[in-house]
């Protein structure tokens, strides 16, 4: 059973850093496409960003572009979410997801538990 586990959320000031990081175990993590969402209070969930397999392409949503940047380590079964710049817009619920398909879609087949992150302003 694949299971994806989530750290480093917590509260931070306006123009603050914090990096997420995720933790993936069950599978094989190298073949999966892997990414961040993020769900704000009262909002639904939206797509922040994702690396390939070899982590050699990575895309953003442009809110987020140029502030945060996702890496991951296929030796060590974690993808991570640095987050620089942060804006209290930027407040919500982090869930980290793993897909089976090439290409990380709006549905991944894996999902994290979530980690709040609270910009304060």
């Known amino acids: 059973q694949v299971q994806l586990v989530e750290s480093g959320g917590g509260l931070v000031q306006t123009g603050g850093s914090l990096k997420l990081s995720c933790a993936v175990s069950g599978g094989t993590f190298s073949s999966y496409a892997m990414g961040w969402f993020r769900q704000a209070p009262g909002k639904e969930r939206e797509f922040v960003g994702r690396?390939?397999?070899?982590?050699?392409?990575?895309v953003y949503v442009d809110s987020v572009k140029g502030r945060f940047t996702i890496t991951r380590d296929n030796a060590k079964n974690t993808v991570n979410l640095q987050m620089n710049s942060l804006k209290p817009e930027d407040t919500a619920v982090y869930y980290c997801a793993a897909d089976v398909r090439m290409v990380l879609s709006d549905r991944p087949q894996y999902w994290g538990q979530g980690t709040q992150v609270t910009v304060s302003s």
């Open positions: 690396i390939s397999r070899s982590g050699g392409s990575r």
